[in-house]
């Protein structure tokens, strides 16, 4: 089945403790994308990878880092959460500027 | 990139045909409009996407004017089950803006 997924999809932690989220694809597709989604402000882009080892900044990267080892995979890494970090993180993948398949969802909270 | 405005909610009744529109007077040239549907602790669900006049899918039609500065989501006669959030987002060049969607509830 073609799908993109996450882990974990819920995640608690404490400020300044670091951590990745993990995100797959196997759709082989080279556009893959970070967001956040908070109430009011919907959904805003944090990273994105056009292919492999080749990232860039969306909306609101501060405080998040990214990487692009391998085609299907792009982590979401936190160095040093921190309470304003807390939110819904979905990852997305599509075939250049397609259409845009996205990931379950996943929860953090940062205490 | 360009900002998008919706409005942020709509109601409507079962059977009814229900039009969203979407404002992006900043578009660029080479922007592309797409919306997306999303369900409550899921993620959002590609609908439809157009660069200008009009485009028909199976789901919804989307109506895009000469001067692309707004655009129109409209789903036929809606269901209960079309109640979501409605985004719409300017693409340009892989860097996305999505903007804070409308909630439309299909009542019965």
């Known amino acids: 089945e073609a799908q993109v997924t996450q882990n974990p999809r819920y995640l608690i932690t404490v400020t300044g403790k670091k951590l990745t989220v993990t995100c797959s694809q196997n759709?082989?597709?080279?556009?893959m994308s970070w967001y956040r989604q908070d109430p009011g402000l919907g959904l805003r882009q944090i990273y994105y990878s056009m292919n492999v080892e080749v990232t860039d900044k969306g909306d609101v990267p501060e405080g998040y880092k990214v990487s692009r080892k391998e085609k299907r995979n792009f982590p979401l890494i936190l160095e040093s959460p921190s309470p304003n970090q807390t939110s819904l993180y979905f990852c997305?993948?599509?075939?250049?500027?397609?259409?845009?398949?996205f990931g379950p969802g996943t929860r953090l909270t940062v205490l | 990139l360009a900002k998008t405005t919706q409005p942020i909610s709509m109601d409507s009744y079962e059977g009814q045909e229900v039009n969203i529109t979407c404002s992006h007077n900043?578009?660029?040239?080479?922007?592309?409009i797409t919306w997306y549907q999303q369900f409550p602790s899921q993620g959002p669900r590609f609908i439809i996407q157009g660069y200008k006049t009009k485009v028909t899918n199976e789901v919804a039609s989307l109506f895009i004017p000469a001067d692309r500065k707004s655009s129109t989501l409209s789903l036929p006669r809606v269901s209960l089950s079309d109640t979501a959030v409605y985004y719409c987002?300017?693409?340009?060049?892989?860097?996305?803006?999505f903007g804070t969607g409308t909630r439309l509830k299909v009542l019965a």
């Open positions: 759709m082989n597709h080279e556009y």
């Open positions: 987002l300017v693409q340009g060049t892989y860097k996305y803006i």
């Open positions: 900043n578009i660029a040239t080479n922007d592309y």
């Open positions: 997305a993948s599509s075939f250049g500027e397609n259409e845009q398949f």
